[in-house]
């Protein structure tokens, strides 16, 4: 960026801009991050201290933590299903095969990925229009409703097929509303987070979503000794299963009070405004501050979706072996119950859930691009020797595994949440995080479960699912580098003002802005009025 003259029209000394009323709402430092200031457009706009955004840091705290307890109240349905795909087999399918029930079981649980990506179809844009908490507010409420009722389902003896029916509909309803959930939360808590510390503050997301399958695993487990040390061996497959999923009728109240409280992001606020201005900027389809619907995401944005469903495809089959798929691992290929599958993961769970944010930590300071490159390296390596020692039937060396199988998850994880929405520019963002995430885990991620256990029935090796989660890892370092993607560490959201935890940090980022790197003001919400640039035009003439 160029600095202006002392002669040029932006310069403050003769800022065309009338000042604003003091006291009022344009006014002081940090108010930037409501609004778009208006002001005229030069080939290289200026920075002024009342565009940055200065974290209020009661604010943020209560953003995160509405969003990291939602999150958790999503996957611990996730959690439970996964842990009790064995027994929700037996009691909704019995076709007098039970590798086909097992499949069917599994089933069960992609089937709520294919209609992820319409939830983020629907759900994404909408959420770009009217904002991110009242989407959000949404998908809890649909997501811990459909849970709830699974725990309410006749099983095949009461209704036969219609059971297995009524549990997909349920799925398809949890699908739908994942789809605008966690694209929704990533680009919620990136809008909120300085951009310095963007990559610690959103990994407390996924530590909620793998402390949600965590929590999942405690109740299967806690409910299966319980009913069977009180009322016998059969009482969990009578009518144990259903208290895990009953169990989200409080949490959903909870996680439901805590998304209507939580508040709009300043940078949906200030590109909201943007667009009120009615200014050139945002009318070009092309423009950084203007909506766009899927074509033009597409369109304008395929590279970095391409990036982001390879990184999205490779942290999900990775997690989603570690949680979803290995009780059936376990339960099918070594005969463990439920409450010994949950038993041996929960640690590891428990671990991945303290590493992430020291990744995320870490992201902040060596870029998010060498990260995914260690996670990338990890997943390659580690995986078939994860593998090989839960073969050893020894119940320490199965929790050994886990935790190596937990390094590549939490390297992808870490970064994830600040990353991927800094794929896209802020007046997009969440329409196209729910395009390449569903897309993405839905393809990929969410059926790694069923993939997995067909290809150990179609092949006869047990070591299938850690060929698959390689593929994926190698495809992933492959975009990073292949397909150039951008290292946003301590950057500005495209689109968006720059974000700063103070006002003496929102001052010096002000001062130095020419000879920062991470500031592109051509990025940012900084628009004209039509009177503005005629005036600017008959100053230029003079």
């Not at 959000?136 to 709830?148: D, G, Q, R």
């Not at 739908?176 to 990559?199: I, L, N, Q």
């Not at 060396?397 to 939490?410: D, E, Y």
């Not at 969440?430 to 993939?451: D, E, Q, W």
């Amino acid at each position: 960026m160029n600095s202006p003259t002392p002669s040029h029209p932006l310069c403050p000394s003769a800022d065309p801009r009338p000042t604003p009323a003091p006291g009022g709402p344009e006014d002081g430092p940090g108010s930037g991050g409501r609004r778009s200031r208006r002001r005229a457009r030069t080939p290289d706009p200026r920075l002024a201290v009342d565009d940055v955004h200065v974290v209020d840091r009661p604010r943020m705290r209560t953003a995160i933590g509405g969003t990291v307890v939602g999150n958790i109240m999503e996957w611990f349905d996730f959690g439970v299903y996964g842990y009790m795909a064995i027994m929700l087999a037996d009691l909704f399918f019995q076709t007098g095969n039970e590798q086909l029930d097992l499949i069917l079981a599994l089933l069960g649980f992609a089937v709520s990925f294919i209609v992820r990506p319409f939830g983020g179809l629907v759900l994404g844009p909408l959420g770009d229009r009217i904002g991110r908490q009242k989407v959000l507010f949404f998908t809890m409420a649909m997501m811990a409703s459909a849970t709830a009722l699974i725990g309410l389902l006749p099983t095949q003896s009461q209704i036969g097929i219609w059971a297995a029916f009524g549990l997909y509909a349920l799925k398809l309803i949890q699908g739908f509303s994942t789809g605008g959930e966690y694209a929704g939360a990533t680009t919620y808590v990136a809008e909120f987070a300085p951009d310095r510390k963007r990559g610690l503050f959103a990994s407390f997301l996924d530590v909620g979503s793998y402390l949600g399958f965590a929590l999942g695993a405690g109740a299967v487990a806690v409910t299966h000794l319980i009913t069977s040390q009180v009322w016998g061996p059969d009482a969990m497959e009578n009518w144990g299963w259903r208290i895990p999923f009953l169990l989200a009728i409080p949490l959903g109240a909870v996680a439901i009070w805590f998304r209507a409280h939580i508040p709009e992001t300043p940078a949906f606020e200030a590109t909201d405004q943007t667009r009120e201005d009615g200014t050139a900027a945002v009318a070009d389809p092309a423009g950084v501050h203007s909506r766009k619907n899927v074509v033009g995401i597409i369109r304008h944005h395929w590279r970095e979706l391409l990036i982001g469903i390879a990184l999205v495809a490779a942290t999900n089959t990775a997690g989603y072996a570690l949680t979803s798929y290995m009780p059936t691992y376990l339960g099918d290929q070594f005969g463990y119950d439920e409450m010994t599958s949950a038993a041996a993961t929960i640690p590891a769970l428990l671990v991945l859930c303290a590493m992430i944010p020291v990744v995320g930590w870490a992201s902040d300071r060596v870029g998010r691009r060498r990260v995914y490159g260690a996670a990338a390296i990890a997943g390659v390596v580690l995986t078939v020797p994860a593998f090989w020692l839960m073969h050893a039937d020894s119940f320490l060396l199965i929790q050994l595994a886990m935790f190596l199988m937990a390094v590549p998850v939490a390297l992808f994880a870490g970064p994830s949440a600040g990353s991927l929405p800094a794929l896209f520019p802020t007046a997009a963002r969440y329409g196209a995080m729910g395009l390449c995430y569903n897309v993405s885990v839905s393809l990929f991620g969410g059926t790694t479960p069923l993939i997995s256990q067909e290809l150990i029935h179609l092949t006869g090796n047990s070591y299938m699912p850690a060929l698959w989660i390689m593929l994926f890892a190698l495809l992933s370092g492959l975009a990073v580098l292949g397909l150039g993607m951008r290292e946003s560490a301590n950057r500005p959201l495209i689109g968006s003002f720059p974000s700063v935890e103070s006002e003496e940090e929102a001052r010096e980022l002000v001062a130095t802005q020419d000879a920062n790197p991470l500031i592109n003001t051509a990025e940012m919400p900084i628009v004209a009025e039509a009177e503005a640039v005629l005036e600017q035009e008959e100053m230029a003439r003079a």
